[in-house]
């Protein structure tokens, strides 16, 4: 099926520790996002890329880090995981003009 | 910087009635695009309804539509004869029509459906 798949769907980490979430597209969108959604305060963007090997911070930036090697990948890491970092994750493809997001199932991170 | 804002944390309606979610934003811009997204239990973000600021006419999509108060930056959500698949989060999002079509989100409203 067609879509936006993120992996892994959970994961528990402790301070400090380092992962990467991965996000893949098979629409052949150009634009991909990361946001961050928590409890009464909606989703915020954390970075984002306008095609491959592009990448630009969004709101919340601090603490991630992205790349974009393939057009229909999008990564996220987390150097140095910190308990603030707890929350959930969506990445979401557009295929602009016409805003046609399309977004994953979401990535809950627990860092303890 | 462009900013939405939901007033409304949690709103309950009873089966078969209808509901109203409110949404404002802030914004200097004059072409953009304003969207109404859905989040139930499964966590999938489901796209409600969506409306160009520069369509003077409210979107309609079956049971949900929009009063869009272009001046008065107000884009709320009216949900009628309301079902318990109607039961989730609603967020309020804005963006911009050209650039990177960043969405900025309100902070969500949470409907429950009383049977």
């Known amino acids: 099926n067609a879509g936006v798949t993120q992996t892994p769907k959970f994961r528990v980490l402790k301070t400090g520790q380092s992962m990467t979430l991965l996000c893949a597209q098979d629409?052949?969108?150009?634009?991909m996002y990361w946001y961050r959604q928590d409890p009464g305060m909606g989703l915020r963007l954390i970075h984002y890329?306008?095609?491959?090997?592009?990448?630009a911070k969004g709101e919340v930036p601090d603490g991630y880090n992205v790349s974009r090697l393939k057009k229909q990948n999008f990564l996220l890491g987390l150097e140095s995981a910190a308990p603030s970092q707890t929350s959930v994750y969506f990445c979401?493809?557009?295929?602009?003009?016409?805003?046609?997001?399309?977004f994953g199932s979401g990535t809950r991170l627990t860092v303890v | 910087a462009q900013t939405v804002t939901q007033s409304q944390p949690e709103m309950s309606v009873q089966e078969a009635e209808t509901v109203t979610l409110s949404c404002t934003y802030d914004?200097?811009?004059?072409?953009?695009?304003l969207f109404w997204y859905k989040q139930p239990p499964s966590r999938q973000m489901i796209l409600v309804i969506r409306?160009?600021?520069?369509?003077?006419q409210n979107a309609t999509e079956n049971r949900f539509s929009v009063n869009f108060q272009k001046a008065a930056k107000s884009f709320s959500l009216k949900i009628s004869d309301s079902q318990l698949g109607d039961a989730a989060m609603y967020f309020c999002?804005?963006?911009?029509?050209?650039?990177?079509?960043?969405?900025?989100f309100g902070q969500g409203t949470r409907l429950t459906i009383n049977p």
């Open positions: 979401a493809s557009n295929r602009g003009r016409v805003y046609g997001y399309t």
């Open positions: 629409m052949n969108h150009e634009y």
């Open positions: 409306q160009e600021a520069y369509k003077q």
């Open positions: 999002a804005y963006g911009l029509i050209q650039g990177a079509q960043k969405l900025v």
């Open positions: 914004t200097s811009e004059s072409d953009y695009y």
């Open positions: 890329s306008v095609g491959e090997g592009t990448t």
